[in-house]
């Protein structure tokens, strides 16, 4: 079972349609956290939402606590929850890039996408990861060919994975293939 | 008698009645059974309401408006106090007659008072502006990606709602039209926006981002390009299609929502709209409340996303939008429902008329543009007063 938490996003329950095409999910707010569930999942998902991972120190505890012994998936606001965790700044961007498709490219061998590889991205965010950036085992995967921002990031040893675009939006070609392939990593 | 007279004999009566645009014409609905006021404990029944039918009728349905404010409190969003007219959260009619209209409605009042233009606007440009930044900052930030913000134009005035109704659809046939015509309020409204068509299990919504005038140099493949290249147009579009298809997600079964068309332009008597539609296959035992809560208040018209930012527009908005954004439609006995947006519309309550407008505020949205767009969207419906 895969244990997705909701940050109150409009866009949660398009991450829950698409995740269920692999596994049972559940689905909870952010404030409404079921322990048993947590302990139950085989994966957790921390969804996208509004405001920034400060907001939200219940997710960061949840992240701290399960890191390591769950494989952790971060969307959007999710991927900056995580790399905020391990001491990240999340900062504003120039460009706001809200209903925006963009081309993305994997960019690092580490990755288990092809280095070289373009993606057709949907984006939805006002904030970005602040780099340099210098974490152990945390590896910056994919970026977009125009800004450079980050767009997802790997840790294979611990199984956390990050996506700064929305594999689950209509704007994402193949996003399917993407979520296949971190759950079976 | 024809059906002219008979409309005009119905509506010299002074019996309520309602109009709702149909695929061929329009549909009349009137010698109500029935009148539920709605507030936030009754609906539950009312939704929740299951009526066997031995032989159907098409007139085995409830008719009639959720207020935005009862929308927001069903999925738990409180609104702070606000200036209030106090008209009822909500009111369904049970109607005994329904009869087809053709498109061509003829009547004329023309002993109907129309006064000057004296409407007043809410929030002047100055203070506009001001809110306006302040939402682009909580864009910068991340705490909503898009705003509506809500202005109303009023003015005292008693209007005859079918006179009004009939010149309206002679220069804007909108799709989801309706008007409604009761003993101390009526509405009129050219909305162009289904919200939720439910038939069976099949559920489908069809929202627009973009629209644009028709005239000689606009076709409808030009009118094609012409959003492709608006990028904040594009950007809106897309983020609604999302939002959307989160909403139906939240009460379809796995696998089953799909865009159906993708962002293709409808062409309506004076103007295009850039639309979307998504459908999707209901899970089992979804209730008609479910239903609403999973698409109501309908996103296109508050932002994304939808909590957040309705929470940041009630601490704003000092007057209740009461019809605004709300939803008109009807529920059928079987469960069956067709909803759409109230946008574009009068309410006359208490000889006051009241018009809404809104337009979104996106991190590449221009002020004066916004504005200027509210009083555009307000004039069509402010010219007939004149």
Redesign the interface.
């Known amino acids: 079972m895969i244990y997705l938490i909701d940050h109150?996003?409009?866009?949660?329950?398009?991450v829950?349609?698409q995740f269920?095409?692999f596994d049972k999910v559940e689905c909870d707010n952010y404030n409404n956290i079921s322990k048993n569930k947590l302990e139950k999942a085989s994966a957790i998902v921390l969804s996208p939402?509004?405001?920034?991972p400060k907001s939200y120190p219940i997710t960061s505890k949840i992240y701290r606590k399960f890191k390591g012994k769950k494989k952790i998936i971060g969307i959007c606001?999710g991927f900056q929850q995580i790399l905020f965790c391990e001491g990240a700044k999340i900062v504003?961007q120039k460009k706001?890039y809200?209903?925006?498709?963009s081309n993305i490219q994997v960019i690092s061998d580490k990755s288990l996408f092809k280095k070289g590889k373009k993606f057709k991205v949907?984006r939805?965010?006002?904030?970005k990861l602040k780099e340099p950036f210098k974490i152990k085992d945390f590896e910056i995967t994919m970026r977009c060919l125009e800004s450079k921002v980050a767009m997802s990031f790997e840790n294979n040893k611990n199984k956390i994975y990050g996506f700064q675009f929305?594999p689950e939006?209509?704007?994402t070609i193949n996003g399917n293939l993407l979520i296949k392939k971190i759950l079976s990593a | 008698m024809n059906i002219t007279n008979q409309l005009t004999q119905l509506h010299n009566s002074g019996k309520p009645y309602i109009i709702y645009k149909s695929n061929k014409g329009f549909n009349l609905y009137t010698d109500f059974s029935k009148k539920i006021i709605l507030n936030n404990k009754n609906i539950y029944s009312f939704l929740n309401k299951k009526k066997k039918i031995k032989k159907s009728k098409n007139t085995d349905l409830f008719i009639g408006f959720f207020g935005y404010e009862l929308l927001n409190n069903l999925i738990g969003i409180k609104i702070p106090k606000q200036k209030n007219i106090n008209l009822p959260k909500g009111i369904f009619y049970k109607p005994e007659i329904k009869i087809s209209l053709p498109n061509n409605l003829n009547y004329r009042d023309d002993n109907c008072a129309k006064k000057k233009n004296n409407f007043k606007i809410n929030i002047n440009k100055k203070s506009y502006s001001k809110i306006f930044d302040k939402f682009k900052k909580k864009?910068?930030?991340?705490?909503?990606?898009?705003i509506k913000i809500c202005t109303k134009y009023k003015t005292i005035s008693k209007i005859n709602p079918l006179d009004f109704f009939c010149r309206l659809s002679k220069t804007n046939l909108a799709p989801e039209a309706f008007m409604i015509k009761d003993k101390n309020y009526s509405i009129i409204s050219c909305s162009p926006e289904n919200l939720v068509t439910k038939k069976g299990s099949l559920i489908t919504t069809k929202p627009i981002a973009g629209t644009v005038k028709k005239n000689k140099n606009m076709n409808k493949i030009k009118a094609l390009n012409y959003f492709k290249k608006n990028i904040k147009e594009?950007?809106?579009?897309?983020?609604i299609?999302?939002?959307e298809?989160?909403?139906l997600?939240?009460i379809c079964k796995?696998?089953t929502?799909k865009?159906s068309k993708?962002k293709v332009v409808e062409e309506y008597k004076d103007l295009f709209h850039y639309v979307s539609l998504i459908k999707g296959k209901l899970k089992k035992n979804t209730k008609n409340i479910d239903v609403i809560k999973a698409m109501m208040p309908g996103?296109s018209v508050i932002g994304?996303?939808?909590?957040?930012?309705l929470n940041l527009l009630n601490n704003q908005e000092k007057e209740n939008r009461n019809i605004y954004t709300g939803s008109f439609g009807y529920i059928k006995f079987n469960g069956d429902m067709r909803f759409n947006i109230i946008i574009r519309s009068i309410l006359n309550f208490k000889n006051i008329s009241e018009i809404s407008v809104a337009s979104g505020v996106?991190?590449d949205s221009n002020v004066q543009h916004e504005f200027n767009e509210n009083y555009i969207k307000a004039k069509a419906l402010i010219d007939l007063f004149k």
Request: charged share 15%; hydrophobic share 30%; proline share 3%.
């Open positions: 109150n996003d409009s866009f949660t329950h398009n829950v349609h269920s095409l939402g509004p405001g920034s606001l504003e706001i809200h209903g925006f498709q949907g939805y965010h006002s904030l929305h939006s209509f704007l | 864009i910068k930030s991340g705490e909503t990606y898009q594009t950007k809106e579009h897309n983020m299609v999302d939002m298809r989160n909403d997600s939240r796995v696998g929502v865009l993708a996103g994304c996303p939808k909590i957040n930012t996106v991190v």
